[in-house]
T-cell receptor, first 112, second 114 residues
Framework: SQQGEEDPQALSIQEGENATMNCSYKTSINNLQWYRQNSGRGLVHLILIRSNEREKHSGRLRVTLDTSKKSSSLLITASRAADTASYFCATDGGNQGGKLIFGQGTELSVKP | GAGVSQTPSNKVTEKGKYVELRCDPISGHTALYWYRQSLGQGPEFLIYFQGTGAADDSGLPNDRFFAVRPEGSVSTLKIQRTERGDSAVYLC????????????FGPGTRLLVL
């Protein structure tokens, strides 16, 4: 079963705008990760944030984690048409290594 | 080096047939994972191997699904008596070892059961 919900399910913005996607989960976690997927095929790892971290940056990506609310957000700044993809959060469900539990994803469309 | 590869990229079969899906992980990665993704959904875990052994097969939906990794590298996911509901993209991922959280995904095999 899916770990949680992502919000919104779909997001359409103009190039240059910021995109914010949210993820909620149900169980305790050791870490939370964000992945990107183009055209329903392989996933690309973007960023990992550990349960004792509150914020992490990588290039134009900023991820926050609130373990008290069991939620995370992914912010993409100065979006580009090439950022168009589906974005998924995934947690380890509190396990050490092993399976990832994914949300249902946010479909982002960036219009040039 | 090469990433995770999966073959075939697409597979069309008829209901009731047997299929095998292959995954070649990144060289040296000891952990290998299989996921299944239906349209509009996130990937769902099926099974994961640490070396040659299945460390967690709790996601396999029923006994028609089976996976092997006999030499600790290549893995094959086997589906017997396929059903239309098995149609999905089957994704394979690998990581350096069980303690490495980042999983590297292959491009997937799109299975269509007619």
């Amino acid at each position: 079963s899916q770990q949680g919900e992502e919000d919104p399910q779909a997001l359409s913005i103009q190039e240059g705008e910021n995109a914010t996607m949210n993820c909620s989960y149900k169980t305790s976690i050791n870490n939370l990760q964000w992945y990107r997927q183009n055209s329903g095929r392989g996933l690309v790892h973007l960023i990992l944030i550990r349960s004792n971290e509150r914020e992490k940056h990588s290039g134009r990506l900023r991820v926050t984690l609130d373990t008290s609310k069991k939620s995370s957000s992914l912010l993409i700044t100065a979006s580009r048409a090439a950022d168009t993809a589906s974005y998924f959060c995934a947690t380890d469900g509190g396990n050490q290594g092993g399976k990832l539990i994914f949300g249902q994803g946010t479909e982002l469309s960036v219009k040039p | 080096g090469a990433g995770v590869s999966q073959t075939p990229s697409n597979k069309v079969t008829e209901k009731g047939k047997y299929v095998e899906l292959r995954c070649d992980p990144i060289s040296g990665h000891t952990a290998l994972y299989w996921y299944r993704q239906s349209l509009g959904q996130g990937p769902e875990f099926l099974i994961y191997f640490q070396g040659t052994g299945a460390a967690d097969d709790s996601g396999l939906p029923n006994d028609r699904f089976f996976a092997v990794r006999p030499e600790g590298s290549v893995s094959t996911l086997k589906i017997q008596r396929t059903e239309r509901g098995d149609s999905a993209v089957y994704l394979c991922a690998s990581s350096r070892d069980r303690g490495q959280e980042t999983q590297y995904f292959g491009p997937g095999t799109r299975l269509l059961v007619l």
